[in-house]
């Protein structure tokens, strides 16, 4: 059985989750370019504007419409500003399983948008979607990513060994892989009781595997 997401928004107190529009490219690109988005993620560097439209207008569409998942812009309330992305991958339908990712932008960490993004994504799934299970993972050395998945209420359920790449810049620019681990996360419907009078203050990443 394969289900396909809905196009829609998602409101907090201070966020709107929302999809993705070719008027968040400079924004994207420029968030994507960051030192730690390309420590913690797959994301290519340089990650330029005409890879951020690829995926705002074809790739995203594509997942969502396949019911592979889905990719949602996370912008502030009162300003419009994109803070962040929320990503929904490798979607199990008949399970109602899906795993969880998400980047913050380097000038919106530090407010909590992550636990904030991801909570209310959660929320929706467990409630309106009726899943029951949401997987992230984070890697080893991530201990920002580690605040947001425990404040969320989600339960580490284990250590894959040597399964996650990240990547260390030299001081001539260029990167290189470093193998670690993942640690492997999961939220259920009852995970989340209490979880909103919790939320992170720490904003981290989730390790992407799937890029335009």
Same mark, same amino acid.
């Given at each position: 059985m394969?289900?396909?997401?809905?196009?829609?928004s998602?409101?907090?107190?201070r966020?709107?989750?929302?999809?993705?529009?070719?008027d968040?490219?400079?924004?994207?690109a420029?968030m994507?370019?960051?030192?730690?988005?390309?420590?913690?993620?797959?994301v290519?560097?340089?990650?330029?504007?005409?890879q951020?439209?690829g995926?705002?207008?074809?790739?995203?569409?594509?997942?969502?419409?396949?019911?592979?998942?889905?990719?949602?812009?996370v912008?502030?309330?009162?300003?419009?500003?994109?803070?962040?992305?929320?990503?929904?991958?490798?979607?199990?339908?008949?399970?109602r399983s899906?795993?969880?990712s998400?980047?913050?932008?380097?000038?919106?960490?530090?407010?909590?948008?992550?636990?904030e993004?991801?909570l209310?994504t959660?929320?929706?799934l467990?409630t309106?979607q009726?899943?029951? /299970?949401?997987?992230? /993972?984070?890697?080893?050395?991530?201990?920002a990513?580690?605040?947001?998945?425990?404040k969320?209420g989600?339960i580490?359920?284990?250590?894959?060994?040597?399964?996650?790449i990240?990547?260390? /810049?030299a001081?001539?620019?260029?990167?290189?892989d470093? /193998?670690?681990?993942?640690?492997?996360?999961?939220?259920?419907?009852?995970?989340?009781d209490?979880?909103g009078g919790?939320?992170?203050?720490?904003?981290?990443?989730?390790?992407?595997?799937?890029?335009?």
């Amino acid at each position: 059985m394969t289900g396909t997401f809905p196009n829609i928004s998602i409101s907090t107190e201070r966020l709107v989750l929302r999809p993705l529009d070719e008027d968040d490219v400079p924004a994207l690109a420029e968030m994507m370019n960051d030192e730690q988005v390309g420590a913690w993620t797959d994301v290519p560097q340089p990650y330029g504007e005409e890879q951020a439209h690829g995926w705002v207008t074809q790739y995203a569409p594509t997942e969502r419409e396949a019911g592979r998942g889905i990719t949602f812009a996370v912008t502030e309330f009162l300003t419009q500003r994109l803070v962040g992305i929320v990503q929904l991958t490798k979607t199990n339908w008949h399970v109602r399983s899906t795993e969880l990712s998400y980047i913050i932008a380097p000038w919106a960490r530090g407010e909590g948008y992550a636990s904030e993004a991801t909570l209310a994504t959660a929320q929706w799934l467990f409630t309106d979607q009726k899943f029951e /299970r949401i997987e992230l /993972r984070t890697a080893a050395d991530n201990t920002a990513s580690q605040q947001v998945a425990q404040k969320i209420g989600c339960i580490s359920e284990g250590v894959l060994r040597g399964a996650c790449i990240a990547h260390v /810049r030299a001081d001539d620019g260029t990167w290189s892989d470093v /193998r670690t681990d993942f640690i492997v996360w999961s939220l259920l419907p009852e995970d989340l009781d209490g979880a909103g009078g919790q939320l992170a203050d720490t904003d981290g990443f989730t390790t992407y595997s799937d890029w335009n």
